[in-house]
């Protein structure tokens, strides 16, 4: 089981930058899967980032050029960089894992779908005005 608890939400003018924390209560990065969604308003729950159990970073073309995702190990830390935000991205961000076994054979795209990953934080609200 693992517990994820996200930070750094809030409210931001256009252009401007935000980061997203994620504390985790399992610190085995290489078990798993680590990724960053988010839910606009309306919409389906959406990837915006993953970095999988070998380390490598993949992101969608929601944001992409816009963030980066990282993981600070030492502080059982999953972090997501925001820049150049807009009020279309305007949303409750979420972090998400699962084990990486449920990857394992599968099509690389399923990293990108909710339903692929069971333990989830509560969300952070990221508002951009214009």
């Known amino acids: 089981r693992v517990d994820l608890m996200e930070s750094g939400g809030g409210s931001v003018q256009a252009g401007g930058s935000l980061k997203l924390s994620c504390v985790a209560t399992?610190?085995?990065?290489?078990?798993?899967?680590w990724a960053w969604f988010r839910q606009i308003p309306g919409k389906e729950r959406e990837a915006v980032a993953v970095?999988?159990?070998?380390?490598?970073?993949s992101y969608t073309d929601s944001m992409k050029g816009r963030v980066t995702i990282s993981k600070d190990s030492a502080k059982n830390t999953l972090n997501l960089q925001m820049n150049n935000l807009s009020p279309e991205d305007t949303a409750v961000y979420y972090c998400?894992?699962?084990?990486?076994?449920?990857?394992?054979?599968?099509?690389?795209?399923?990293?990108?779908?909710?339903?692929?990953?069971?333990?989830w934080g509560q969300g952070t609200q990221v508002t951009v005005s214009s």
């Open positions: 998400a894992a699962e084990p990486y076994l449920r990857f394992r054979g599968k099509s690389y795209s399923l990293r990108y779908d909710a339903s692929a990953y069971i333990y």
């Open positions: 970095i999988d159990s070998d380390g490598a970073k």
């Open positions: 399992d610190d085995a990065y290489n078990r798993y899967y």
